[in-house]
C-alpha cells in the first residue's frame, strides 16, 4: 500500500483509539466522578471559583447559565479589543509590532472570542508576544465555554425531569483545567522538543541555505500551537500557520496535530455516551458523522494524489501529485487529510494552502464547513448535530402519524421552530454575504479589485470559502483574496458573532425546554433513536437540508471550475 495512505490510515485510527478513553474520562470531569487528576487540580479549581465567588455546586437555570455564558465573552472582547489596539506601546513587543486598526483588531477579536481566529494579518508581524499570549488565553476560554455549553445539554438530555442543569462557570472551569491544560502541556512539550520555539526573545539571524543572513521571527509558539489545534481553534502563531517549519516540524508533528484537532471533538461523543448511559446512542451518531467524514476525505485524497490535470497535458509529471501550495514534509494524501479534518471542526488551522487545492478538494472543504456538523467544533459539533436530531426526530414523528418524541421528551412546535431557524441562519449568513459581496465587485470592480487575485468560477469560490468559514467559526481561507480590509473585516465579525452564539443559544433553549417536560416512558410505538434506520434518517436530513441550500451556490463556485478544466 501507498505509504501516503499508510500514514493517513494511521492518524485516523490512532485518533479514534485516544477518543475512546478519552471520551469517558471527560465524561467523568462533567459528571462529579472522580478521575487520577483530582489531587493535583482539585487545589487550581478552588481557587478560581474563590476568586470568581463562584458556588459549583449551585445548579443554574437554562437561560441563567446562557446569560453567566454571553456575559463571560463580552468581558473577554472588550480586554481583547483594548490590547489589540495598544500593543505598541503595551510590554512584550521586542520586534516592535504595530497596534491594530480598528476594524482589525474588532474582526480579531471576535474571531478568537468565538472559536473562529480567522486572521486578516500575519501573525509574527503583526502581533506583539502580549497579543498573542491574549489570543492564546482566549483559545482557551472560547473552547471551553463551547465544551460547558455542550455539558448543559447533555445534562439535560440525561435529566427526566428538571429545571437545573448543572452550572456553566463549573463545565468551564474543569474544561479547561481537567481537559484542555494537561493536554495542550502535553503536545506542546512534544512540539518543543521537536523545534517549535518557546521564547520571548525577539527575531533572531539565521543563515539559509543560500548563505544568506535572514531576520526570522520567533515567540512562544509551542504553547498556541497545542491549544490552537486541541481546542479547534487554528489561529496560527505564524502567518502560515501549520505549513510553517517552526509550527510543525516534521511528519511525526503532523500526525500529532492533525490527531488533535479532531480528538476532543470525536471524544465529546463518546462523553456523551458516558453521561447518558446510552453507549449505542453515542455510537449511532459517531456512524454518521464518520460517514460525513470519509465521504469528503476519501475523494479529496484521490484527487490530489491524483495531479492537475491541467499541469498533465502539458507532458508534465506529477508523481507526487498535486503539490502547489503544499510542503514537500507532508505530500498530497496527509495535506488533504488535514484539509478534510480542519474544516469539517472548527478548526480551521491549514498545513497547505487551500487555495491550491484541486476545486473538488475545495468543495468539500467548503462542504464540510457547511453542514458543520461531522465532529465539529469542541462541544458545538455535537450541539449542530442536536438540532438535526431534533429534526429528524420530528419528520420521523409525522412519517408514521405519532407525536415525536426523543429521549423521553415530546417534540412539539416550539422546539422545532428554534430548530428551524437555527438550521436555517447558517446558510442564509453564508449565502446572503456571498450575494453581496459578489454584487459589489460585479457592479465596481476597480474599487474593489484588491479583494481578488483569482476572478472567474476561482473568484467566487474564495468569496463563498470566506463567508463558509466565518459562518462555521472555521479560520480558513482561500488566500487569493485580500481580506484586510473594512468590508471583510466588519462583515466577516458581524457573521463570527451571530453564527457563534445563536447555534449555542438555540440548542441549550431546546435542551432547557425538554428538560422541564414530564417524561414518558418507552412503548412499542417508540422511535429508537440508536439504530441503523434513525442514523440514514439523520443523514438524510442532513444532507436534503445541505444539497438544497448550497447545491446552487456550489455550481456556481467548484463545480464550474472543475468542468472548466477539462
Not at 479532531?262 to 446512542?281: H, V
Request: net charge positive.
Amino acid at each position: 500500500m501507498n505509504p501516503e495512505i499508510l500514514g493517513v490510515i494511521l492518524m485516523f485510527a490512532l485518533t479514534v483509539l485516544l477518543a475512546i478513553p478519552l471520551g469517558r474520562y471527560i465524561g467523568k470531569v462533567y459528571e462529579g466522578d472522580r478521575t487520577w487528576l483530582d489531587p493535583i487540580l482539585n487545589p487550581l479549581d478552588k481557587l478560581f471559583f474563590k476568586i470568581g465567588g463562584i458556588n459549583p455546586k449551585n445548579e443554574l437555570t437554562w437561560k441563567q447559565n446562557l446569560i453567566a455564558l454571553l456575559t463571560i465573552n463580552l468581558v473577554w472582547f472588550l480586554l481583547s479589543i483594548f490590547i489589540l489596539m495598544n500593543q505598541s506601546w503595551l510590554p512584550l513587543n521586542p520586534d516592535s509590532n504595530p497596534s491594530m486598526s480598528a476594524d482589525l483588531a474588532f474582526n480579531t477579536s471576535i474571531s478568537f472570542i468565538s472559536n473562529t481566529n480567522i486572521q486578516h494579518y500575519s501573525g509574527e508581524t503583526a502581533v506583539s508576544y502580549l497579543g498573542q499570549l491574549t489570543l492564546m488565553l482566549f483559545q482557551f476560554i472560547s473552547a471551553g465555554i463551547g465544551m460547558a455549553a455542550c455539558a448543559i445539554v447533555f445534562k439535560a438530555m440525561k435529566e427526566k425531569k428538571t429545571e437545573k442543569l448543572g452550572n456553566i462557570y463549573n463545565y468551564f472551569i474543569k474544561s479547561c483545567t481537567r481537559i484542555l491544560l494537561p493536554l495542550s502541556i502535553i503536545v506542546a512539550v512534544i512540539l518543543l522538543l521537536n523545534g517549535t520555539p518557546m521564547t520571548f526573545k525577539g527575531k533572531d539571524n539565521f543563515i539559509s541555505l543560500q548563505g544568506d543572513s535572514v531576520l526570522v521571527s520567533r515567540g512562544p509558539a509551542a504553547a498556541m500551537v497545542a491549544i490552537k489545534q486541541l481546542g479547534t481553534n487554528g489561529g496560527g502563531f505564524f502567518g502560515t500557520n501549520s505549513a510553517h517549519p517552526f509550527e510543525n516540524p516534521n511528519y511525526f508533528t503532523n500526525i500529532l496535530e492533525n490527531i488533535s484537532i479532531i480528538l476532543i471533538p470525536m471524544a465529546m461523543i463518546f462523553a456523551l455516551g458516558y453521561m447518558l448511559k446510552r453507549k449505542r446512542f453515542a455510537w449511532m451518531v459517531f456512524g454518521v458523522m464518520t460517514v460525513g467524514f470519509l465521504l469528503f476525505a476519501i475523494p479529496s485524497i484521490y484527487f490530489e494524489m491524483k495531479g492537475n490535470p491541467a499541469i498533465a497535458h502539458t507532458g508534465i509529471l506529477q508523481n507526487m501529485g498535486n503539490m502547489e501550495g503544499k510542503e514537500v514534509r507532508f505530500g498530497s494524501a496527509a495535506s488533504a487529510y488535514w484539509g478534510i479534518t480542519t474544516t469539517v471542526t472548527s478548526n480551521g488551522s491549514v498545513n497547505a494552502m487551500h487555495d491550491s487545492f484541486m476545486p473538488f478538494t475545495g468543495m468539500f472543504c467548503m462542504m464540510g464547513m457547511m453542514i458543520n456538523s461531522f465532529y465539529g467544533g469542541v462541544g458545538v459539533g455535537f450541539l449542530n448535530f442536536y438540532i438535526f436530531i431534533i429534526i429528524a426526530v420530528f419528520i420521523s414523528g409525522l412519517m408514521v402519524g405519532r407525536t415525536p418524541e426523543f429521549l423521553g421528551k415530546k417534540i412539539e412546535a416550539k422546539e422545532m421552530k428554534i430548530a428551524a431557524i437555527i438550521a436555517l441562519l447558517h446558510p442564509l449568513l453564508i449565502l446572503a454575504g456571498t450575494a453581496i459581496s459578489s454584487y459589489l465587485f460585479a457592479h465596481d470592480p476597480t474599487t474593489y479589485a484588491s479583494w481578488l487575485n483569482n476572478p472567474g468560477n476561482h473568484g467566487f469560490s474564495e468569496m463563498l470559502y470566506e463567508f463558509s468559514s466565518a459562518s462555521a467559526n472555521n479560520g480558513s481561507e482561500f488566500a487569493g483574496l485580500g481580506a484586510n480590509t473594512q468590508f471583510w473585516n466588519i462583515a466577516d465579525g458581524i457573521v463570527m458573532l451571530l453564527s457563534r452564539f445563536l447555534p449555542i443559544i438555540g440548542p441549550v433553549a431546546i435542551a432547557g425546554i425538554l428538560a422541564k417536560k414530564k417524561y414518558v416512558p418507552e412503548s412499542a410505538g417508540t422511535l429508537k433513536t440508536d439504530t441503523s434506520t434513525f442514523a440514514i434518517m439523520v443523514f438524510a436530513v442532513i444532507f436534503i437540508i445541505a444539497a438544497l441550500s448550497f447545491f446552487p451556490a456550489l455550481s456556481l463556485g467548484p463545480i464550474a471550475e472543475y468542468f472548466g478544466m477539462k
